[in-house]
Every structure is written in structure tokens, then in C-alpha cells.
């Protein structure tokens, strides 16, 4: 098991798409044990787009997560959610979003975590 961040954003995205509790900690559980699950989303960097059906919908009727795992040494970062029936896929110019911000998301959590165990 990997342990995974749920950013700010993914935590807003679940919220408006209607994903309580046991279902969002279903994801969380899902993404953990799976860190590689996912089809890449080609120019993003490294993002993943797992699919996940809604309870008594199925996967056409479920939700799309967008994830990053770069290494063994960084947790997985659930960083989007959408419902299938509001979008399939993220756009270009959010996959250029996407790009710019994992590039910097591995070193920034490190200098995080270095911060943290420094200053104990």
C-alpha cells in the first residue's frame, strides 16, 4: 500500500460531484493499493486517468480521478475528480496545466517533508 494525498482541489472536485464518505474512502483505498492503475494521460507528465463506477451506475455512469505517483519515495497524489457524464477528458490546455504543475509537485513535497522533520 502506498500512502496517497488528496490535494485541495481533488478534495473541492469530489465534494461537487457528490462522493461521500465510504465511496471517496473506496477511491483513496483503490489508488493506495494500486499506485499504477490508470491509463497516462499522454503529455501530462506522468498524470493518470483511472475510471471508477458511481454505486448502481457503473463505470459509464461513474467518475474519472486523475492521479500522479512519480517514485517509490512519494506518496500518490489524487489530484482531480470528475463525473463521466459532465466530461471524459481533460483538455489540452489543462493538460499543459497538468505538466507544469507535476513538474514542480515531487520536489516541492520533498522540500516539505525535509522541512518538517528539520525543524522537529
Known amino acids: 500500500m502506498q500512502a496517497d494525498v488528496e490535494t485541495p482541489d481533488y478534495l473541492r472536485d469530489a465534494k461537487a460531484a457528490g462522493i461521500g464518505g465510504d465511496e471517496r474512502w473506496s477511491i483513496v483505498d483503490h489508488v493506495a493499493a494500486n499506485p499504477r492503475a490508470g491509463d497516462l494521460i499522454v503529455g501530462s507528465g506522468g498524470a493518470r486517468k483511472i475510471r471508477f463506477a458511481a454505486p448502481g451506475r457503473g463505470k ?14 512519494l506518496p500518490v497524489f489524487l489530484l482531480n475528480v470528475f463525473k463521466k457524464g459532465d466530461r471524459v477528458n481533460l483538455s489540452k490546455a489543462e493538460i499543459n496545466a497538468l505538466r507544469e504543475e ?19
Request: glycine share 16%.
Open 60 to 73: 459509464s455512469g461513474g467518475y474519472r480521478v486523475v492521479t500522479y505517483y512519480g517514485e517509490d519515495d
Open 102 to 120: 507535476l513538474s514542480h509537485l515531487a520536489r516541492e513535497y520533498r522540500q516539505g517533508v525535509m522541512r518538517y522533520v528539520k525543524g522537529r
